[in-house]
């Protein structure tokens, strides 16, 4: 059974910057940040394969940076120039496989507790 375990969540006001990690378990090729916001789906934030390779939701473009350690086994999100319309509940997911479709929540098969975060304007 793979574990993992976000934090870095919080509360901060419009503008500001946060960073979330998430700890696995398990090596696996991909890593990803989903977020839920009440009410609405679970939507792909940004994943990243033991290869480098990171995709971004083009809501967050140029202001979030997803990248993982050199173990592969730890994921970060750091959000700068955070919007009211990036609180969400924020998972981290993984898959020990590459998904085609990336941002995709069913292509992922392990999933954290989740971590709040909440932007105040």
């Known amino acids: 059974q793979v574990q993992l375990v976000e934090s870095g969540g919080g509360s901060v006001q419009a503008g500001g910057s946060l960073r979330l990690s998430c700890i696995s378990s398990?090596?696996?090729?991909?890593m990803a940040w989903f977020r839920q916001a009440p009410g609405k789906e679970r939507e792909g934030v940004a994943a990243?394969?033991?290869?480098?390779?990171?995709t971004y939701a083009d809501p967050v473009k140029g202001r979030f940076i997803a990248s993982r350690n050199s173990a592969r086994t730890t994921l970060y999100l750091q959000m700068n120039s955070l919007k009211s319309e990036d609180t969400a509940v924020y998972y981290c997911?993984?898959?020990?496989?590459?998904?085609?479709?990336?941002?995709?929540?069913?292509?992922?098969?392990?999933w954290g507790q989740g971590t709040q975060v909440t932007v105040s304007s």
């Open positions: 990243v394969f033991t290869s480098g390779t990171t």
């Open positions: 997911a993984q898959n020990p496989l590459c998904p085609s479709n990336r941002l995709d929540p069913s292509e992922y098969l392990s």
């Open positions: 398990k090596y696996n090729c991909a």
